[in-house]
C-alpha cells in the first residue's frame, strides 16, 4: 500500500512539472506544489529516526569535499577571471530567491528520505524520483537554449543535463545508502551558492561540465570507500580529508605565489591609500588584467608605476603622442586630477577584482620593513 502511495505521489510531482513548465508556466506554483507534497509525506509517513551511525563521518566527508571542491574552483578563479551574481540584501530577493529555493530543496530531500526508508529493499522508486528531479532541474533552464543548434545542444547536454543527473544521483545515493542529512548539505550549498555569494568563478562550459561531474564521482568514491570500510570508518574519514585538503591548498599557494609574481594574465597588489574611496580602500587588495595598451578606455582603473611606486587611479583623459598613448588619471576621492602624465609603458593592467581586506598583512609588513630600516 506504501508503494503504490508513493508512486502516486512521485506521479503527482512529475505531473505538477510538467504542466507549470509547458501548460502554465509559473516556477512559483511549482514550488509551492513541492512544498505541499514535502508536508503531505511528513504528515502522513513521518519521519522515521535515523539511527545509522555513520551518518556523522559521512557528513562530515561530504563537507570536506565541497570546501575542497570550492577552494579549488576559486582558485582557478583567480586565474580565469569572476563574474558578478545577482546577489542582492533586497528582502525581496532573500526570501522570495534563497529563502524559498532552500525551502524546495529541503522538501525535496525530505520526500527522498520518506521514499528511501518506506521502501528499503526496492531501488525502483528512488530511480524513478531521482528521475523526475533530474528532468526537474533540466526543464527548468531549457527555455534559455536554442536545442536546434548542435553546438547549443552540446554544451546544454554537458553542463546542464549531465551534471543535474550526477547531482541528483550523488543526493539519492547518500540518502539511500546513509540519510537525508549529508544530501541535503550537498544539495543546498551547491545550488544556493551561487544566489548568496556576490562574485563566482567563471569557469566556462568544459570546466563547469568537468566540475559538475567531478564533485559528485568524488564524494561517491570517497563515501563507498568509507562505507566499505565500516569499522574504520572515523579513521578513514580523517585521512581521506587531510589528503584533500593538502593538495589543493598546495595548489592555491601555489596560485597565490604566481599571481604576486605576475606570471599570469592577472597580478594582485594591495592597496596602501585611500585615494580611490569608496571603490576600494586602503587594505583592499586588487586583481588586475594586463591589457593592450590600445583598449584601455576611459573610466577604467588602471594599475600603474610612477618613480617606483605602484598606483591604482581611474582613465580620465587618454591621448596619442605619435607612437605612445599617454594617460591622464585621478583618484575618485581625490579633489583633483593627479599632476603628472602615465606613459604606456608605465601602465600594468586594468584593475578587475577588489578582495576586501586581504591587503593588511602586505601593508603591516612594508611598514614595518621602513620602520627597521629608519631605525638602523
Not at 526570501?95 to 525530505?110: D, Y
Amino acid at each position: 500500500m506504501k508503494k503504490i502511495e508513493l508512486y502516486s505521489i512521485e506521479l503527482l510531482l512529475f505531473i505538477a512539472i510538467i504542466v507549470f513548465n509547458f501548460g502554465y508556466r509559473n516556477i512559483y506554483l511549482l514550488d509551492a506544489s513541492i512544498l505541499i507534497i514535502g508536508v503531505y509525506c511528513l504528515i502522513r509517513f513521518g519521519l522515521m529516526k535515523d539511527n545509522n551511525y555513520l551518518k556523522k563521518n559521512v557528513t562530515k566527508l561530504v563537507i570536506s569535499c565541497i570546501l575542497v571542491y570550492f577552494l579549488t574552483i576559486y582558485a582557478l578563479g583567480l586565474v580565469l577571471c569572476f563574474h558578478k551574481t545577482v546577489f542582492s540584501f533586497h528582502l525581496k530577493y532573500i526570501f522570495g530567491v534563497i529563502v524559498l529555493e532552500a525551502l524546495v530543496i529541503i522538501a525535496e530531500e525530505l520526500i527522498r528520505y520518506i521514499i528511501c526508508r518506506n521502501t528499503p529493499h526496492q531501488k525502483l522508486p528512488i530511480i524513478l524520483y531521482t528521475l523526475i528531479l533530474s528532468l526537474l532541474n533540466i526543464i527548468i533552464v531549457i527555455n534559455g537554449y536554442n536545442l536546434k543548434d548542435n553546438e547549443v545542444f552540446f554544451i546544454f547536454i554537458t553542463t546542464i543535463v549531465i551534471p543535474s543527473i550526477a547531482r541528483e544521483s550523488i543526493c539519492s545515493f547518500l540518502t539511500y545508502k546513509v540519510s537525508y542529512l549529508p544530501s541535503m548539505i550537498y544539495k543546498l550549498t551547491i545550488i544556493l551558492y551561487p544566489y548568496i555569494l556576490p562574485i563566482i568563478p567563471n569557469l566556462g562550459n568544459y570546466l563547469s561540465a568537468v566540475s559538475g561531474i567531478a564533485l559528485p564521482y568524488a564524494i561517491f568514491y570517497m563515501v563507498s570507500k568509507m562505507l566499505h570500510y565500516k569499522d574504520k570508518a572515523k579513521e578513514y574519514q580523517q585521512k581521506a580529508t587531510r589528503r584533500m585538503i593538502y593538495a589543493p591548498a598546495i595548489a592555491v599557494l601555489i596560485v597565490i605565489v604566481m599571481l604576486v609574481s605576475g606570471l599570469f594574465s592577472h597580478k594582485i597588489i594591495a592597496i596602501g591609500s585611500n585615494s580611490m574611496s569608496p571603490k576600494f580602500e586602503k587594505g583592499d587588495t586588487v586583481i588586475f588584467e594586463k591589457k593592450d595598451i590600445e583598449k584601455i578606455q576611459l573610466g577604467e582603473v588602471i594599475a600603474f608605476q610612477k618613480k617606483g611606486k605602484l598606483i591604482t587611479h581611474r582613465v580620465i583623459n587618454k591621448k596619442e603622442l605619435g607612437s605612445k598613448v599617454v594617460f591622464k588619471t585621478k583618484g575618485d576621492a581625490n579633489n583633483a586630477p593627479d599632476s603628472f602624465e602615465v606613459e604606456d609603458n608605465e601602465v600594468l593592467g586594468v584593475v578587475k577584482y577588489t578582495v576586501k581586506y586581504l591587503g593588511y598583512p602586505t601593508l603591516w609588513f612594508n611598514e614595518l620593513y621602513e620602520r627597521k630600516g629608519t631605525d638602523s
